[in-house]
């Protein structure tokens, strides 16, 4: 069974540090397109960065761009969102997903969650003094 589990998120003050975690089982991670995502309360779904199979190649949005790190662990089967110098803005719940296929490694496809097949549970991170 093709799973994903998130760990991570919770309460930071704005300027704060805070790295989520999404753990791969049944499948090897390496393998797939990980993405994150996040859906703040009243909006739609947004992607916030990417990490290819096949070229590593990441992709991130321009709001967290210079702030969010994304990386892969093949060993821990492990894919990580670093995210700092957080903001009130990065409020939001936050969901890993795994894709397959050439499509989602392209630079205009990557932010499309249709494009995902797997979904992590959501971690909640809140950024408020």
């Known amino acids: 069974q093709l799973q994903l589990v998130q760990s991570g998120g919770g309460l930071v003050q704005p300027g704060g540090s805070l790295k989520l975690s999404c753990a791969a089982s049944?499948?090897?991670?390496?393998?797939?397109?990980m993405g994150w995502f996040r859906q703040a309360p009243g909006k739609e779904r947004e992607a916030v960065s990417s990490?290819?199979?096949?070229?590593?190649?990441?992709y991130y949005a321009d709001s967290v761009k210079g702030r969010f790190t994304i990386s892969r662990d093949t060993a821990e089967n492990t894919v990580y969102l670093q995210m700092n110098s957080l903001k009130p803005d990065d409020t939001a719940v936050y969901y890993c997903a795994a894709a397959t296929g050439p499509t989602v490694r392209r630079i205009n496809m990557w932010y499309r969650p249709h494009l995902y097949d797997y979904w992590g549970q959501g971690a909640k991170l809140t950024v408020s003094s």
């Open positions: 049944g499948f090897t991670l390496s393998t797939y397109t």
């Open positions: 990490i290819t199979s096949v070229e590593n190649r990441t």
